[in-house]
């Protein structure tokens, strides 16, 4: 669970504004015969975006190493397709002797915080960037095969031209459905869970051999289909490849989610069988460990549960991004408490020693997230002074905006309030669980010294927390009350010790009712 903050939504816009970088690039394809118009002019379109994210690209590693972030190659291409906003700013074609030559010329805006946001959400989407280089394979594969069957095409007898320019008609077909899977998922991405289902419907109705997009369909409808509907999806998937460990992956979480719980363990069995077999299909990939270790964690086997992570925590490499490893540390941390067994607040205090010493890192609490929750700090009391407040900080005047443009602005707030949230609300979070477990071994000052540091990151005016859920907790955290106060005595600190650890296990047995995983 994360702390929920409330986060005014006439900022982050302006955030988004800041460092915007424009790129031109133009797209060229030459249409041969058997080819339709309207494909062409999308070929000579991608043929544009990607030269834009070549360009993107540069701009995403360099600002990856102003954070202090080394990435992968594929990383950097995810990114940079995701952070784009393209913009179509003209198309022509023209006869190139018996040839058709289509042209297009897009704009490509790229922000810093459009470079955040999805680095960010990069760090627990690895299985999307897996499905990114499953897609760039598509299409590499479809452009060889269309330059095969444009050769065989000039080559063959009249009587065979019909059935070569079938196969180009079919091969336009797959390169379709790829772009439909791409905007799948894309908006997966963007938590379009709905329009990336209506995208993906659309891909494999072109491309009923596509086994990214079932894969892909069975994650965006998880939570509005029922179990028959993700199963059908996730085993065409398995069945059309049967080696691509994040399918097993996929279908671990479906199952999960639809049929794990105490009461039904035979269910729970067949989540980990599934996650096994993606363990044993792609072993260096650490996200599965951790998803092993969330499945035996909230069946209570905590023992289980710090092994898979300990496991995923010695395989995460100098280039995992931040918050990737803060959730691994703070997961692993609660594991430990909750067996309360052996020198358990020592070895949760290093977990959380460790999440603390990542968060204060400047590539997680990057400068524009600091500046952010300065601003927010001023608490505007009404929109003329928030207005005011955007200029003298941002340079950016809303006042003097079209309703579109607001609009516009506060469009994008909505991408990125979640991803701001998420670094606050994990920090807080931090802060919060290592007071508590610092006051439960004694230490009184370090856990007053991390109380403050987590009011400081909190808006709250009452001195509360709140959870997603919306319930409130730990009302007076931030407030006078909330204090940290010295035990009076060792034998008085030995029994709340005692008191705590008889509470954590007693909550092992005693909350035995149904409940539900739900994947995060």
């Not at 920090?427 to 071994?441: F, I, K, M």
Request: glycine share 4%.
């Amino acid at each position: 669970m994360s702390v929920v903050f409330v986060l005014g939504g006439l900022f982050l816009p302006a955030m988004a504004t800041a460092q915007t970088r424009e790129i031109i690039a133009t797209g060229e394809y030459i249409m041969g015969d058997g080819e339709t118009m309207a494909v062409s002019e999308e070929r000579a379109r991608l043929n544009a975006v990607r030269q834009a994210a070549e360009e993107a690209g540069t701009l995403v590693k360099s600002y990856s190493r102003v954070q202090h972030m080394t990435l992968q190659e594929d990383v950097v291409e995810v990114i940079a397709n995701h952070a784009m906003k393209i913009t179509v700013l003209s198309k022509s074609r023209a006869l190139t002797g018996d040839a058709v030559r289509f042209s297009v010329k897009i704009k490509a805006e790229i922000s810093n915080a459009d470079i955040d946001a999805n680095l960010r959400r990069a760090a627990g989407e690895r299985q999307a960037i897996a499905a990114y280089g499953k897609l760039k394979e598509e299409f590499e594969r479809q452009s060889q095969m269309l330059t095969t069957l444009k050769k065989q095409l000039a080559a063959v007898p009249d009587a065979q031209r019909q059935e070569v320019l079938n196969k180009i008609g079919e091969n336009e077909n797959q390169f379709r459905a790829a772009l439909f899977l791409e905007e799948g998922l894309r908006r997966i991405s963007a938590l379009d869970n709905s329009g990336a289902d209506t995208a993906l419907t659309k891909a494999v109705a072109l491309n009923p051999h596509l086994a990214p997009a079932y894969a892909a369909r069975a994650e965006a409808r998880l939570w509005f289909a029922d179990t028959t509907v993700l199963m059908e999806d996730v085993n065409r998937a398995i069945a059309l490849e049967p080696d691509n460990a994040g399918y097993y992956a996929v279908r671990a979480r479906v199952r999960a989610f639809k049929n794990c719980s105490k009461q039904n363990q035979t269910g729970c069995q067949e989540v980990i069988a599934d996650i096994r077999k993606a363990k044993s299909l792609d072993p260096a990939n650490p996200d599965y460990f951790t998803l092993l270790g969330a499945v035996y964690s909230a069946l209570g086997q905590y023992d289980l549960a710090a092994q898979e992570y300990d496991m995923a925590v010695h395989m995460l490499p100098s280039a995992t991004l931040p918050i990737a490893a803060v959730n691994t540390y703070i997961k692993r941390a609660d594991f430990r408490l909750n067996a309360a067994a052996g020198n358990y607040l020592q070895a949760a205090l290093a977990d959380l020693n460790r999440a603390v010493s990542i968060i204060s890192s400047p590539a997680y609490m990057t400068e524009d997230v600091n500046k952010f929750a300065r601003f927010l700090k001023q608490n505007p009391k009404s929109e003329e002074e928030a207005f005011r407040l955007l200029k003298d900080n941002f340079g950016v005047d809303l006042s003097k905006m079209r309703e579109a443009e607001k609009k516009a602005f506060f469009k994008e707030f909505q991408a990125r309030n979640v991803n701001v949230q998420q670094v606050l609300n994990n920090a807080a979070l931090v802060y919060w669980r290592r007071s508590q477990v610092l006051y439960e071994a004694g230490d009184g000052k370090g856990a007053e010294k991390d109380r403050s540091a987590l009011c400081e990151l909190t808006l709250s005016r009452d001195g509360s927390l709140v959870y997603a859920s919306g319930i409130i907790a730990d009302a007076d955290i931030c407030s006078a009350r909330g204090v940290y106060r010295p035990f009076a005595s060792p034998k008085k600190l030995q029994a709340y010790q005692s008191y705590m650890r008889g509470e954590r296990l007693q909550a092992r047995q005693k909350y035995a009712a149904p409940w539900r995983w739900i994947p995060s």
